[in-house]
């Protein structure tokens, strides 16, 4: 088992935020592009969760954070 630190997620965040532009390109349509990007996502969270809670918010604030600059939710969506 593969022991993750929040240096490995934060560089697991990193490239999933430089690999989005790519993924909204190679998935236009939404109905394709989510189940893509949460195949990618959901590991990462799952593994942030792994470490600890505050991790989990972290790796979730920013992959919204991600999703928001690139235009693929709104602010309304964001976590306060």
Do not use: C, N
């Not at 490995?8 to 690999?19: F, M, P, T």
């Not at 969270?45 to 235009?71: C, I, M, N, P, V």
Request: glycine content about 2%.
């Amino acid at each position: 088992m593969t022991k993750h630190t929040q240096e490995s997620i934060s560089a697991r965040l990193d490239a999933l935020a430089a690999e989005l532009p790519k993924l909204i390109a190679d998935y236009p349509d939404d109905a394709d592009f989510w189940p893509a990007y949460a195949a990618l996502s959901d590991e990462i969270k799952r593994d942030a969760g792994a470490l600890d809670d505050d991790t989990w918010h972290w790796a979730f604030d920013t992959t919204q954070a991600s999703l928001y600059e690139h235009g693929k939710i709104s602010a309304d969506e964001l976590d306060p």
